[in-house]
């Protein structure tokens, strides 16, 4: 889709809304940290047309971006979920922010692959099969849930799944609105 079917709303609309997102003391180190000092993305703009939709999903986000889990495994998830649903936006915003997590190129080559592709750790595995199964089966496999457990605590395990179904959620915004990638976000090889 080239054409939005919604335009992101102005951002003077859409800047006090995230402010409490934003203003927040969040280490220039952090993956993903630069989007505070970005005009706002066409993806929270286009979602902010709906004001109190926005109020409500502004801190999940940031309660993800600033959560439990490690960075480069909450990359490896949602980018995951992006090819799965075919979201490209979200692929985009995340191979960047993947990347500066610590994602290497072949990581990210590798991971519409799959869990059983060589080369990943039985926990990458274990996330990747994640994403599989609730997006096939919508529930986790006593298997996997145990693979996850012997890393994960249960504030890290409610997190992921969070995570996942939010994604989820995001790239059928994103693909249902049209939303167009962000000038400034390069577009991945």
């Known amino acids: 889709m080239t054409i939005p079917r919604i335009a992101p709303a102005p951002a003077d609309l859409i800047r006090p809304i995230l402010a409490p997102l934003f203003d927040q003391e969040v280490d220039p180190e952090l993956p993903g940290a630069h989007l505070a000092t970005m005009p706002v993305p066409n993806a929270l703009a286009t979602i902010g047309n709906n004001p109190a939709l926005l109020t409500v999903l ?3 986000f940031g309660a993800l971006v600033l959560g439990k889990l490690p960075v480069r495994d909450r990359e490896l998830v949602v980018l995951s979920v992006a090819h799965r649903t075919h979201a490209a936006y979200e692929w ?7 990347t500066q997590a610590g994602l290497t190129a072949a990581d990210i080559d590798r991971i519409p692959l799959g869990p059983d592709a060589p ?3 039985p926990h990458e595995s274990a996330l990747l099969r ?3 199964e609730l997006s096939a089966d919508r529930i986790l496999s006593e298997e996997t849930w145990r693979q996850l457990a012997t890393t994960y605590n249960q504030e890290q395990l409610l997190e992921l799944l969070t995570l996942i179904g939010t994604y989820t959620m995001v790239a059928y915004i994103l693909n249902s609105c049209g939303v167009q990638l962000d000038s400034w976000v390069p577009i991945p090889s």
């Open 58 to 60: 502004a801190p999940l």
């Open 92 to 98: 985009a915003h995340h191979v960047l922010i993947g």
């Open 119 to 121: 080369d990943w750790t």
């Open 130 to 132: 994640a994403v599989d």
